[in-house]
C-alpha cells in the first residue's frame, strides 16, 4: 500500500508536466521549485523510512498522510491551471517606462555595495569576524534581535542580486569581458559562502540566480544536459550541506573525512536505511505528527498563526512582549509530538518547518489541504504570468527573485509576505522601478496644425 501510494504522489509531478502541451514551459517558472520539494516530502522521505514510520504511526496516519500529499499536489495542478491564474497576472499593474542598461549596471554596483555593508555590519554587530565565525551554520540569528541590525540583516540578500543584474548587464557584452569574469568570481565566491554557511536554500538561491542571469536575460531556457547536470550537483551538495553544516566553524572544514567518504554520506542524506532511526523532526514527519495528533490532542489552528504577517515587522525593541502567533502554534504540536530541536528566542519550542501538508492540515484539516493546494497553484501562477510580462534584464530579475517561491510555498507556505516580501520582493521592484527611463511628453501648442498634431511621436506614443 505504501509503494502504490508514494507512486502515485510521484505521478502527479510527471502528470503535471506531461500535459503541458502549449510549449511554453520556462525554467524560472516557481512551479519548478515546488515540484522537486514535494516529491523529496512526500516520495523519498516517505520511502525510505517507510517501516519507521508505520512503526511510530501505524498503517492509518500514514496512508491519510500520503492521500492528502495526492490531494494537494493534483489540486495544486487545477489551481495553476485554472483561468483566474493568468486573468489576474495579465491584469496586475506593471511600471511604465523603457529600461536602460547603462543604469542597471549602475544600480547593480550600487546594490552590491549595499549588500556588502549590511553584511559587514551584521558581522560587526554579532562581535566581529572572529565571533561571527566561531560558530557554526552561520546566519542573521547570531545578532542581537533588538538592535536595528536585526532590518539591516534584510539587506544583505542585495548581495547576491546586485551580482545577478552586474552578470546580466555584462554576459552578452564584449566592452565588459574583465568585469563579466570579475563577477562570475564574485557569484563563485557568494555560492561557497553559502556552503560554508550551511544555508541551503542560499546556496539553491545562488545556482538560480546564475543560471537567471546567464539564460534568463536572452529568455532562453538551458539545454537538457546541462540542467540535469546542475539538478545532480545541487543534489548533492544539498545533501552535503545537511550533514555537515554543523562542522564548518573557525574558517575550516572540521572532518577528516576522504572525498568518497562525504560523497557517500551525502547521498545517504536521501537514503535513510529502514533500520536507521525515524528523522521524526524532518519535513514528512512533521507532516504526520499533525495528521496524528491534530484535532485529537491540539485543536485546528483555523489560521491564527496568519496573524504573524502583522505581527512580524513590528521591532522588539517597541514591543518588547511581542507575541509570536506562528511560533506558539507549532510550540504546541512539537510538545505533544516530540518533533522540537531547539527553544528559539522568544522562548517556545521550534522544529523544522511543517511543509505544505503539515501546515495546510493544521489550519483547517482536509479541506485546508484543498484550499491550500488551490491558492498554491493559482498563486505561482499568476507570479509566473506577471513576471513574463516584463522584457529584458528587468523580466529576468524579477522573475529569479520570484522563482524560489515554489519552494516556499512547499517547504513553509505562506512565508512569503514575513520574509521575501518586505526583503527581496520590494527591492526587486525598486530596482525595476529605477532602471526606467520615462520620456518626456510634450504638448502642441492649440494652434498647431493637424499634421503637426498627428505626426508628433510625444503626442502618439509615451514609454
Same mark, same amino acid.
Not at 489540486?75 to 511600471?95: D, E, K, M, Q, S
Not at 533588538?146 to 540583516?153: D, E, H, K, N, P
Not at 552586474?166 to 566592452?175: A, E, I, K
Not at 572540521?254 to 523532526?281: C, F, K, W
Given at each position: 500500500?505504501?509503494?502504490?501510494?508514494?507512486?502515485?504522489?510521484?505521478?502527479?509531478?510527471?502528470?503535471?508536466?506531461?500535459?503541458?502541451?502549449?510549449?511554453?514551459?520556462?525554467?524560472?517558472?516557481?512551479?519548478?521549485?515546488?515540484?522537486?520539494?514535494?516529491?523529496?516530502?512526500?516520495?523519498?522521505?516517505?520511502?525510505?523510512?517507510?517501516?519507521?514510520?508505520?512503526?511510530?504511526?501505524?498503517?492509518?496516519?500514514?496512508?491519510?498522510?500520503?492521500?492528502?500529499?495526492?490531494?494537494?499536489?493534483?489540486?495544486?495542478?487545477?489551481?495553476?491551471?485554472?483561468?483566474?491564474?493568468?486573468?489576474?497576472?495579465?491584469?496586475?499593474?506593471?511600471?511604465?517606462?523603457?529600461?536602460?542598461?547603462?543604469?542597471?549596471?549602475?544600480?547593480?554596483?550600487?546594490?552590491?555595495?549595499?549588500?556588502?555593508?549590511?553584511?559587514?555590519?551584521?558581522?560587526?554587530?554579532?562581535?566581529?569576524?572572529?565571533?561571527?565565525?566561531?560558530?557554526?551554520?552561520?546566519?542573521?540569528?547570531?545578532?542581537?534581535?533588538?538592535?536595528?541590525?536585526?532590518?539591516?540583516?534584510?539587506?544583505?540578500?542585495?548581495?547576491?542580486?546586485?551580482?545577478?543584474?552586474?552578470?546580466?548587464?555584462?554576459?552578452?557584452?564584449?566592452?565588459?569581458?574583465?568585469?563579466?569574469?570579475?563577477?562570475?568570481?564574485?557569484?563563485?565566491?557568494?555560492?561557497? &559562502?553559502?556552503?560554508? $554557511? +550551511?544555508?541551503? !536554500? #542560499?546556496?539553491?538561491?545562488?545556482? *538560480?540566480?546564475?543560471?537567471?542571469?546567464?539564460? @534568463?536575460?536572452?529568455?532562453?531556457?538551458?539545454?537538457?544536459?546541462?540542467?540535469?547536470?546542475?539538478?545532480?550537483?545541487?543534489?548533492?551538495?544539498?545533501?552535503?550541506?545537511?550533514?555537515?553544516?554543523?562542522?564548518?566553524?573557525?574558517?575550516?572544514?572540521?572532518?577528516?573525512?576522504?572525498?568518497?567518504?562525504?560523497?557517500?554520506?551525502?547521498?545517504?542524506?536521501?537514503?535513510?536505511?529502514?533500520?536507521?532511526?525515524?528523522?521524526?523532526?524532518?519535513?514528512?514527519?512533521?507532516?504526520?505528527?499533525?495528521?496524528?495528533?491534530?484535532?485529537?490532542?491540539?485543536?485546528?489552528?483555523?489560521?491564527?498563526?496568519?496573524?504573524?504577517?502583522?505581527?512580524?515587522?513590528?521591532?522588539?525593541?517597541?514591543?518588547?512582549?511581542?507575541?509570536?502567533?506562528?511560533?506558539?502554534?507549532?510550540?504546541?504540536?512539537?510538545?505533544?509530538?516530540?518533533?522540537?530541536? &531547539?527553544?528559539?528566542? $522568544? +522562548?517556545?519550542? !521550534? #522544529?523544522?518547518?511543517?511543509?505544505? *501538508?503539515?501546515?495546510?492540515?493544521?489550519?483547517? @484539516?482536509?479541506?485546508?489541504?484543498?484550499?491550500?493546494?488551490?491558492?498554491?497553484?493559482?498563486?505561482?501562477?499568476?507570479?509566473?504570468?506577471?513576471?513574463?510580462?516584463?522584457?529584458?534584464?528587468?523580466?529576468?530579475?524579477?522573475?529569479?527573485?520570484?522563482?524560489?517561491?515554489?519552494?516556499?510555498?512547499?517547504?513553509?507556505?505562506?512565508?512569503?509576505?514575513?520574509?521575501?516580501?518586505?526583503?527581496?520582493?520590494?527591492?526587486?521592484?525598486?530596482?525595476?522601478?529605477?532602471?526606467?527611463?520615462?520620456?518626456?511628453?510634450?504638448?502642441?501648442?492649440?494652434?498647431?496644425?493637424?499634421?503637426?498634431?498627428?505626426?508628433?511621436?510625444?503626442?502618439?506614443?509615451?514609454?
Amino acid at each position: 500500500m505504501v509503494a502504490f501510494l508514494v507512486c502515485a504522489i510521484a505521478c502527479v509531478p510527471i502528470a503535471f508536466y506531461g500535459l503541458r502541451i502549449d510549449r511554453k514551459w520556462w525554467f524560472l517558472d516557481p512551479i519548478n521549485t515546488f515540484w522537486p520539494v514535494f516529491v523529496l516530502f512526500g516520495v523519498v522521505q516517505a520511502w525510505y523510512s517507510r517501516a519507521g514510520w508505520l512503526a511510530v504511526y501505524g498503517e492509518a496516519t500514514v496512508y491519510w498522510t500520503l492521500s492528502l500529499y495526492i490531494i494537494g499536489g493534483v489540486c495544486v495542478c487545477f489551481g495553476y491551471r485554472a483561468r483566474p491564474g493568468p486573468f489576474i497576472g495579465r491584469t496586475l499593474p506593471v511600471l511604465r517606462g523603457r529600461e536602460d542598461r547603462s543604469r542597471w549596471f549602475r544600480i547593480g554596483v550600487i546594490t552590491l555595495l549595499l549588500g556588502l555593508c549590511a553584511y559587514a555590519y551584521v558581522i560587526r554587530n554579532a562581535g566581529g569576524l572572529e565571533v561571527f565565525l566561531s560558530s557554526s551554520r552561520l546566519n542573521v540569528s547570531n545578532i542581537d534581535q533588538l538592535t536595528i541590525g536585526a532590518y539591516v540583516a534584510y539587506f544583505v540578500p542585495l548581495i547576491p542580486m546586485g551580482l545577478m543584474i552586474l552578470l546580466c548587464t555584462t554576459f552578452s557584452d564584449r566592452r565588459y569581458v574583465l568585469t563579466k569574469r570579475l563577477v562570475l568570481g564574485g557569484m563563485g565566491a557568494w555560492t561557497f &559562502w553559502n556552503v560554508y $554557511a +550551511g544555508t541551503r !536554500s #542560499g546556496f539553491i538561491s545562488a545556482v *538560480v540566480l546564475l543560471f537567471g542571469a546567464v539564460y @534568463g536575460a536572452k529568455r532562453r531556457n538551458p539545454s537538457p544536459a546541462v540542467m540535469i547536470g546542475a539538478l545532480s550537483a545541487v543534489v548533492v551538495i544539498v545533501g552535503f550541506i545537511t550533514q555537515y553544516r554543523g562542522d564548518f566553524y573557525g574558517g575550516h572544514f572540521n572532518v577528516e573525512h576522504n572525498s568518497s567518504q562525504v560523497l557517500d554520506r551525502s547521498i545517504r542524506m536521501y537514503t535513510t536505511a529502514e533500520g536507521d532511526s525515524v528523522p521524526l523532526g524532518s519535513e514528512f514527519g512533521m507532516s504526520l505528527a499533525v495528521v496524528e495528533y491534530v484535532p485529537s490532542q491540539v485543536p485546528y489552528d483555523l489560521g491564527y498563526m496568519l496573524l504573524e504577517l502583522f505581527t512580524a515587522p513590528i521591532p522588539r525593541g517597541i514591543w518588547p512582549d511581542k507575541i509570536y502567533p506562528s511560533g506558539k502554534s507549532w510550540d504546541q504540536v512539537h510538545r505533544v509530538a516530540r518533533t522540537g530541536s &531547539w527553544i528559539n528566542a $522568544a +522562548g517556545y519550542l !521550534s #522544529g523544522p518547518a511543517p511543509g505544505f *501538508v503539515g501546515k495546510w492540515f493544521y489550519m483547517a @484539516g482536509p479541506l485546508g489541504v484543498v484550499i491550500g493546494g488551490l491558492w498554491t497553484g493559482m498563486f505561482l501562477q499568476v507570479v509566473r504570468t506577471y513576471t513574463a510580462r516584463y522584457p529584458g534584464i528587468a523580466g529576468t530579475v524579477l522573475a529569479v527573485n520570484c522563482a524560489m517561491l515554489g519552494f516556499s510555498e512547499m517547504n513553509n507556505p505562506l512565508s512569503w509576505p514575513v520574509g521575501w516580501l518586505p526583503s527581496s520582493g520590494v527591492f526587486a521592484f525598486v530596482l525595476v522601478a529605477l532602471s526606467r527611463r520615462h520620456a518626456v511628453r510634450r504638448y502642441m501648442p492649440r494652434g498647431a496644425s493637424p499634421a503637426l498634431r498627428a505626426g508628433s511621436i510625444w503626442l502618439r506614443r509615451q514609454t
